[in-house]
């Protein structure tokens, strides 16, 4: 019969096996991101940020990546879409700072398992495009069964180069993924798991370019969306006051998915 072994992970359907947890493994790749930041409503915000957490900007920063050369995909590739805010944790052992993931679309199921379950990351599936580009403008669209619900646009004015670049790079050398793991109880209300997650992950930037974004919300309803249109409809009814900032940038995303802890 078969019996888990006590220093493997497994993933649900655990019964065919997992494999040795090594908290060293790194999931490494090749990374285009478009992010997008913007000026929002504090208390509208304040909404989706669960208590123990403190706003430390009234600021949504949603970013595109075409993840590709993926390691643990034997050089697959996905698009992914990821809406965060700038927090800090006050617990009774944690005090840190990060990013809260609000939420994220990716475009292939592997990806979003592995996410939902090992590092409390909320994965849920879109069609997302791979960026459309005609120099010096760059586009992406996501939908959901034919329906767009997000428009990504942006303009490159120029290469970011010397210094503006070396603190470009120090922004991206230690990030602070925040994810809340949430199970659900079975055949009851409530959680059987609620905890809050610290996923380490940094990126290795090779080149930035500068620019002018602009991203636009599109309301769905429950028949174009049935299970994430109460998402979609509560980012878009947060309002752009202004774009903070907009980069494009390539480089090599190191994720530390199995260095993840819970944090309290």
């Not at 999931?27 to 940020?49: F, P, V, W």
Request: aromatic share 10%; glycine share 8%.
């Amino acid at each position: 019969m078969f019996r888990p072994q006590d220093d493997f992970t497994y993933l649900m359907p655990p019964h065919f096996g997992g494999c040795k947890f090594d908290s060293g493994t790194l999931i490494t790749q090749r990374s285009t991101a478009l992010a997008i930041s913007y000026e929002t409503d504090k208390e509208l915000l304040e909404q989706y940020i669960p208590e123990g957490f403190e706003l430390l900007a009234p600021e949504v920063e949603v970013s595109f990546n075409k993840f590709s050369e993926i390691n643990w995909m034997h050089g697959g590739q996905y698009n992914l879409i990821n809406v965060a805010a700038p927090v800090r944790f006050h617990g009774k052992k944690d005090e840190l700072d990060g990013a809260y993931t609000l939420v994220v679309w990716e475009n292939k199921t592997a990806p979003i398992l592995g996410g939902r379950e090992q590092t409390g990351i909320p994965k849920v599936y879109a069609d997302i495009e791979d960026l459309h580009i005609v120099t010096p403008h760059y586009a992406t669209t996501i939908s959901y069964e034919g329906n767009t619900f997000l428009t990504m646009e942006f303009t490159a004015t120029g290469a970011i180069t010397g210094k503006e670049l070396d603190a470009v790079r120090s922004q991206f050398v230690s990030i602070n993924t925040l994810g809340w793991r949430y199970i659900p109880k079975v055949g009851a209300p409530g959680a059987e798991l609620s905890q809050f997650v610290l996923y380490p992950q940094s990126m290795e930037v090779e080149t930035a370019q500068a620019g002018k974004g602009s991203l636009r919300w599109t309301e769905l309803t429950p028949m174009q969306n049935p299970m994430q249109y109460h998402i979609i409809n509560s980012l878009a009814a947060l309002p752009v006051k202004r774009v903070t900032g907009a980069i494009l940038a390539e480089g090599r995303a190191v994720l530390r998915a199995m260095g993840a802890r819970v944090i309290e």
